[in-house]
């Protein structure tokens, strides 16, 4: 199923994607909410290989399975606190840029719940899990390999 494998990149290409994810890791930012993030954005992107991955580690840093099932209905569900909301619905919109932007008020929702410096590391998260996924369009990973490397 794999179509290209990634040590066929362009050198430094992986790499540099995979510093971008130690800076994001090494942030401080709260990474059982960047994980909900990429699960969520991965749904939107319907990138299965991502779906599994970021399931799994959402689980391994203690997310409630019901909470990663349901996250496509968050709105509807009574157990995502008032930050958790605003995250994602900032992921959404910068995912699905087409059809939603960054207005003031969802920004001055952000700037609530977390500082400039937080918003542009789940900025920069945001934009690497969508690289991710496009990546994972066409590189297909086997869904279901992934394994936590705790």
């Given at each position: 199923?794999?179509?290209?494998?990634?040590?066929?990149?362009?050198?430094?290409?992986?790499?540099?994607?995979?510093?971008?994810?130690?800076?994001?890791?090494?942030?401080?930012?709260?990474?059982?909410?960047?994980?909900?993030?990429?699960?969520?954005?991965?749904?939107?992107?319907?990138?299965?290989?991502?779906?599994?991955?970021?399931?799994?580690?959402?689980?391994?840093?203690?997310?409630?399975?019901?909470?990663?099932?349901?996250?496509?209905?968050?709105?509807?569900?009574?157990?995502?606190?008032?930050?958790?909301?605003?995250?994602?619905?900032?992921?959404?919109?910068?995912?699905?840029?087409?059809?939603?932007?960054?207005?003031?008020?969802?920004?001055?929702?952000?700037?609530?719940?977390?500082?400039?410096?937080?918003?542009?590391?789940?900025?920069?998260?945001?934009?690497q899990i969508n690289s991710w996924n496009?990546?994972?369009?066409?590189?297909?990973?086997?869904?279901?390999?992934?394994?936590?490397?705790?």
């Amino acid at each position: 199923m794999e179509r290209i494998k990634y040590a066929e990149f362009p050198e430094g290409m992986y790499k540099v994607m995979v510093a971008v994810e130690h800076y994001i890791h090494e942030s401080g930012i709260d990474l059982r909410l960047a994980e909900l993030l990429k699960y969520r954005i991965s749904q939107l992107n319907h990138c299965a290989f991502c779906l599994d991955m970021h399931y799994k580690e959402a689980v391994y840093l203690g997310e409630d399975p019901l909470r990663l099932y349901s996250v496509a209905a968050w709105r509807e569900c009574p157990y995502y606190s008032e930050k958790e909301r605003a995250a994602l619905e900032f992921a959404e919109a910068l995912t699905d840029l087409p059809h939603h932007h960054i207005d003031d008020m969802l920004f001055e929702k952000m700037k609530t719940f977390f500082s400039v410096q937080e918003i542009a590391i789940l900025t920069l998260a945001i934009a690497q899990i969508n690289s991710w996924n496009r990546l994972q369009q066409v590189v297909r990973s086997t869904p279901g390999e992934y394994k936590v490397r705790g």
